[in-house]
């Protein structure tokens, strides 16, 4: 059983950067599609970032294009907005294509208890 902790979140300033990361434990931590969702209080979970198992294809939710980059490890999140604000979630998945990258939560086998960040203005 694959158990994922993300780690990285926290309180910055609106324009700051986080880095999130998120580790396995419990098998080695080796082809698996990634994904980044976030939760505010109220609103619907949403996938911000997600990258294929091969690394080649992602996908990137129009609200933090050009500010988020996703890799197989982390999400590195720059420019941050008071709007992103929220619990952040990794997820993995086993089932997906080798190039594929999934925005759909109901694609990923395992998740994280989430990393809360922050953004003041």
């Known amino acids: 059983q694959v158990q994922l902790v993300e780690s990285g979140g926290g309180l910055v300033q609106a324009g700051g950067s986080l880095r999130l990361s998120c580790a396995a434990s419990g098998r080695a931590f080796s082809g698996y599609a990634m994904g980044w969702f976030r939760q505010a209080p109220g609103k619907e979970r949403e996938c911000v970032a997600a990258i294929s198992w091969s690394g080649v294809s992602t996908y990137y939710a129009d609200s933090v294009k050009g500010r988020f980059t996703i890799n197989t490890v982390y999400l590195q999140m720059n420019s941050l907005k008071p709007e992103d604000t929220a619990a952040y979630y990794c997820?993995?998945?086993?089932?997906?294509?080798?190039?594929?990258?999934?925005?759909?939560?109901?694609?990923?086998?395992?998740w994280g208890q989430g990393t809360q960040v922050t953004v003041s203005s």
């Open positions: 997820a993995a998945s086993t089932r997906l294509g080798y190039h594929i990258a999934s925005r759909v939560a109901e694609d990923y086998d395992y």
